[in-house]
C-alpha cells in the first residue's frame, strides 16, 4: 500500500479481522515485527478484529514492511493458533 510523506496522526491503515466467530474462541492482534520506531499500534475494534493505527508521522522516501499477526485461542477445544499477514508500506517523499 501506498502512503504520503508526513501524513496526519493519528490515522487507520489497515484492517483486519477473523473470517469466522468459532464458540469459546477470542483473538489477540499484535504486530509481530517491523515496528522498531513503533509508529504503528494495532487497535481491537471487535471481538473478531483489530486496526492497524499510524501514531507517529513518516517521512519518505521510505519502504516499511510489517508482519501483523492475528493470534485465535480457544479454550473449548485446547487450540491455540497464528496467521501472519505481510504488510509493505511505500511512503513517498512527497506529502501528496
Same mark, same amino acid.
Given at each position: 500500500?501506498?502512503? !504520503?510523506?508526513?501524513?496526519? #496522526?493519528? @490515522?487507520?491503515?489497515?484492517?483486519?479481522?477473523?473470517?469466522?466467530?468459532?464458540? &469459546?474462541?477470542? *483473538?489477540?492482534?499484535?504486530?509481530?515485527?517491523?515496528?522498531e &520506531?513503533?509508529e504503528?499500534?494495532m487497535?481491537?475494534?471487535g471481538?473478531?478484529?483489530a @486496526?492497524? !493505527?499510524?501514531?507517529?508521522?513518516?517521512?519518505?522516501?521510505?519502504?516499511?514492511?510489517?508482519?501483523?499477526?492475528? #493470534?485465535? !485461542?480457544? @479454550?473449548? #477445544?485446547?487450540?491455540? &493458533?497464528?496467521s501472519? #499477514?505481510?504488510?509493505?508500506?511505500? !511512503?513517498?517523499? *512527497?506529502?501528496?
Amino acid at each position: 500500500m501506498d502512503i !504520503v510523506s508526513g501524513r496526519s #496522526i493519528p @490515522t487507520d491503515i489497515f484492517q483486519m479481522q477473523a473470517t469466522t466467530r468459532y464458540p &469459546g474462541a477470542y *483473538y489477540i492482534f499484535q504486530i509481530k515485527s517491523g515496528n522498531e &520506531g513503533r509508529e504503528f499500534y494495532m487497535r481491537q475494534t471487535g471481538p473478531i478484529s483489530a @486496526t492497524l !493505527v499510524m501514531t507517529r508521522p513518516v517521512k519518505g522516501p521510505r519502504d516499511i514492511q510489517l508482519d501483523l499477526e492475528m #493470534i485465535t !485461542v480457544n @479454550t473449548v #477445544i485446547n487450540f491455540r &493458533g497464528s496467521s501472519v #499477514i505481510r504488510l509493505r508500506i511505500y !511512503v513517498s517523499q *512527497y506529502p501528496f
